[in-house]
């Protein structure tokens, strides 16, 4: 799977400003503003990731438990 995001270059930098200042850019990491964005994007994508799945996990197992008939 390809994952394309288009930001305009209106915003853009604004974008990857507020990027880098949410997640404490740190200027001696030797990347440039736009490369340490797009690292805290996949970062916090696969984060997303993980939780939810963590989530279903967590769902199922509850389900089954739920469903035990523990007297």
Known sequence: MT??????DAVANDMVNGICAA?????GSGKTKPQWAKEQIIKTMKSMAVSGQARSTVTATKATLDAAAIT
């Open 3 to 8: 994952l394309t995001i288009n930001i305009p």
């Open 23 to 27: 997640t404490n850019y740190d200027a």
